[in-house]
Structure formats: C-alpha cells, structure tokens
C-alpha cells in the first residue's frame, strides 16, 4: 500500500523556520513529480511547490517563493520543505504529494496521484 508520511509540523512564532519531510513508502518516488500543497481552515487546498524527477527542476507558489525550498533524495525516497520566515498567514495543514504533472499543469492537485494524511503548520503573530 502506497503511503506518503509527512512530519515536522508544529508551532512556530512568525519570522521562524520549520522544515517538512516526506517519506514515502511502496512508492519509488524518483519516477513521479513531488509537489507540497496546503490548506487553511475554510480554504481551498493551494498549491506550494513542486520538484521534477531528478530535482533539477522547482515551481513555486508566489506566496511561498524567496522563503520556502523544496528538494528530495530519491536514495532515501524522501522530499522536503524547508520553510523560513513564516508568517501567520502559513498556518494550514501542508499535504505532500506524487504525481506525473507536465511543465503546465504542476500546479494542479488534481494531477497528482497519491497524497499524505498532513501535517499542521502553525504560525502565531
């Protein structure tokens, strides 16, 4: 069973920093586009970033861009979100996710196939 295991979530003051993992499991993730998406309560999921196969690629949201990185180590099945400077505004429960997105359509949740169960990311002012 396909399983994508986010952790590193929690409370953090505005101006802090989290950093967010992902771990897949019966999933070789080197084959698929991995992308992190968020939502707030009462909003939409939104997408965050995105990483190509080899991680030779990234698209960001404009709101996380110059603050957040994503990367991976397909060795260890594994992509992350480093988040700095964060601000209230953050506070959602960020979802990890694989799928095979083209260069027009990263940004789309429904292009991705396999999503985890979450991981909170609060932020107070």
């Known amino acids: 069973q396909v399983q994508l295991r986010e952790s590193g979530g929690g409370l953090v003051p505005a101006g802090g920093s989290l950093s967010l993992s992902c771990a897949a499991s019966?999933?070789?993730?080197?084959?698929?586009?991995m992308g992190w998406f968020r939502q707030a309560p009462g909003k939409e999921r939104e997408f965050v970033a995105a990483?190509?196969?080899?991680?030779?690629?990234?698209r960001y949201a404009s709101s996380a861009e110059g603050r957040f990185t994503i990367s991976r180590d397909n060795a260890k099945n594994t992509v992350f979100l480093q988040m700095n400077s964060l601000k209230p505004e953050d506070t959602a429960v960020y979802y990890c996710a694989a799928g095979q997105p083209d260069y027009s359509t990263f940004d789309r949740s429904s292009m991705y196939y396999y999503w985890g169960q979450g991981t909170q990311v609060t932020v107070s002012s």
């Open positions: 019966a999933l070789t993730i080197s084959t698929y586009v």
């Open positions: 990483i190509s196969w080899g991680g030779g690629s990234t």
